[in-house]
């Protein structure tokens, strides 16, 4: 297990390096001046000048980039003060500290993304169960029709339908807004219950449906046969030997949608403005804002990577067949 988490851990590390050094160096290749962003329309070369010195954009580009990766674990000091590890720089727009921005944000797409998990995950494969359970009767009909009209509904499109519906209209929920669950967790959830219940009806399709075939599936291989024929009962055989073969694929999607969660739900967080990591990334591209955009950009990578690695770990517990070797 030690080995293959060493293992991954430096394959991700050099995939998270090779994304941010391709970033950087595209960005320098737009034609535009960065400095332009923090000094307005009345800018002269002097005042020009001043910003790329204290922002450190006088040197070149690739002394640029080293000093942008030795200042994530050692810190910077800047003209516009000290930037401690892990320094992500200052942003272009407003000359705030990028990590400090990003550490403000992030709870709203953490609690964006572990509520909506929770939701889709537990009816999709709920769905999926009862699907595979009543093979053929109009259970299973009924529900395999609905996960495909779901999966061809957007965010957009529902959570824009939702919000007239359910919060303008009738009033039955609260407006979606995000409130730190440690100030007021009934607020908390009032406010995050829409965005969480739009976002996993996408989700639950995908899971339903990936549910459904892997426990028909599981419920035709020998060892499930060789259960049944030893006169194992059957709520037995499904949990105990189906559920647990079935559930190796659902983990394998589920730590991808997990990890896209926690980079940021873009189109998720502006149907319901909501102030995360997806707003600010699309914010910073918007702005030309290198240090903000590698910011989100480094902090989705880590964690669409550490999430792959969780699930690969998890499937030695999940199916002993699999080694991690």
Same mark, same amino acid.
């Given at each position: 297990?030690?080995?293959?988490?060493? $293992?991954?851990?430096?394959?991700?590390?050099?995939?998270?390096?090779? /994304?941010s050094?391709?970033?950087? +160096?595209?960005?320098?290749?737009?034609?535009?001046?960065?400095?332009?962003?923090?000094?307005?329309?009345?800018?002269?070369?002097?005042?020009?000048? /001043?910003?790329?010195?204290?922002?450190?954009?006088?040197?070149?580009?690739?002394?640029?980039?080293?000093?942008?990766?030795?200042?994530?674990?050692?810190? $910077?000091?800047f003209?516009?003060?000290?930037?401690?590890?892990?320094?992500?720089?200052?942003?272009? %727009?407003d000359?705030?500290?990028?990590?400090? @921005? /990003?550490?403000?944000? *992030?709870?709203?797409?953490?609690?964006?993304?572990?509520?909506?998990?929770?939701?889709?995950?537990?009816?999709?494969?709920?769905i999926? #169960?009862?699907?595979?359970?009543?093979?053929?009767?109009?259970?299973? %009909? @009924?529900?395999?029709?609905?996960?495909?009209?779901?999966?061809?509904?957007?965010?957009? +499109?529902?959570?824009?339908?939702?919000?007239?519906l359910?919060?303008?209209? @009738?009033?039955?929920?609260?407006?979606?807004?995000?409130?730190?669950?440690?100030?007021?967790?009934?607020?908390?959830? &009032?406010?995050?219950?829409?965005?969480?219940?739009?976002?996993?009806?996408?989700?639950?399709a995908? *899971?339903s449906?990936?549910? $459904?075939?892997?426990?028909?599936?599981?419920?035709?291989?020998?060892?499930?046969?060789?259960?049944?024929?030893?006169?194992?009962?059957?709520?037995?055989?499904?949990?105990?030997?189906?559920?647990?073969?079935?559930?190796?694929? !659902?983990? @394998?999607?589920?730590? !991808?949608? /997990?990890?896209?969660?926690?980079?940021?739900?873009?189109?998720?967080?502006?149907?319901?403005?909501?102030?995360?990591?997806?707003r600010?990334?699309?914010? &910073?591209?918007?702005? %030309?804002?290198?240090? #903000?955009?590698?910011g989100?950009?480094?902090? &989705?990578?880590?964690?669409?990577?550490?999430?792959?690695?969780?699930?690969?770990?998890?499937?030695a +517990?999940?199916?002993? $067949?699999?080694?991690?070797?």
């Amino acid at each position: 297990m030690l080995r293959f988490l060493v $293992r991954r851990t430096l394959g991700a590390s050099v995939i998270i390096l090779l /994304i941010s050094a391709i970033t950087f +160096f595209l960005f320098f290749a737009l034609p535009s001046q960065p400095a332009m962003l923090s000094c307005g329309k009345n800018c002269d070369p002097a005042a020009i000048e /001043i910003i790329n010195r204290n922002l450190g954009l006088d040197d070149p580009v690739p002394v640029q980039y080293w000093h942008y990766l030795v200042g994530i674990f050692a810190g $910077r000091d800047f003209d516009l003060g000290d930037c401690p590890a892990p320094c992500l720089g200052y942003s272009f %727009k407003d000359q705030n500290l990028v990590w400090e @921005t /990003i550490v403000d944000r *992030y709870p709203t797409t953490l609690s964006l993304a572990v509520g909506g998990a929770v939701v889709f995950l537990v009816v999709g494969v709920g769905i999926g #169960m009862i699907a595979a359970a009543r093979r053929g009767t109009l259970v299973d %009909k @009924t529900f395999s029709s609905l996960s495909l009209v779901a999966n061809s509904l957007q965010i957009y +499109f529902v959570g824009t339908i939702a919000l007239w519906l359910l919060v303008d209209s @009738t009033g039955i929920l609260s407006r979606p807004a995000y409130t730190p669950i440690t100030e007021d967790p009934v607020k908390w959830f &009032s406010g995050m219950l829409l965005p969480w219940l739009i976002i996993s009806i996408v989700f639950v399709a995908n *899971y339903s449906r990936m549910t $459904r075939s892997q426990m028909v599936e599981q419920l035709g291989e020998e060892h499930v046969r060789t259960a049944r024929a030893k006169g194992m009962s059957r709520r037995t055989v499904f949990f105990r030997y189906a559920w647990r073969g079935a559930m190796a694929p !659902i983990v @394998t999607i589920l730590g !991808i949608d /997990i990890g896209s969660l926690f980079g940021g739900a873009m189109i998720t967080e502006f149907t319901f403005t909501l102030h995360g990591l997806g707003r600010l990334a699309v914010q &910073s591209v918007t702005d %030309k804002d290198l240090p #903000m955009l590698m910011g989100v950009m480094l902090v &989705s990578c880590t964690a669409i990577v550490l999430a792959n690695i969780v699930v690969d770990a998890l499937y030695a +517990f999940i199916d002993p $067949r699999v080694r991690l070797a």
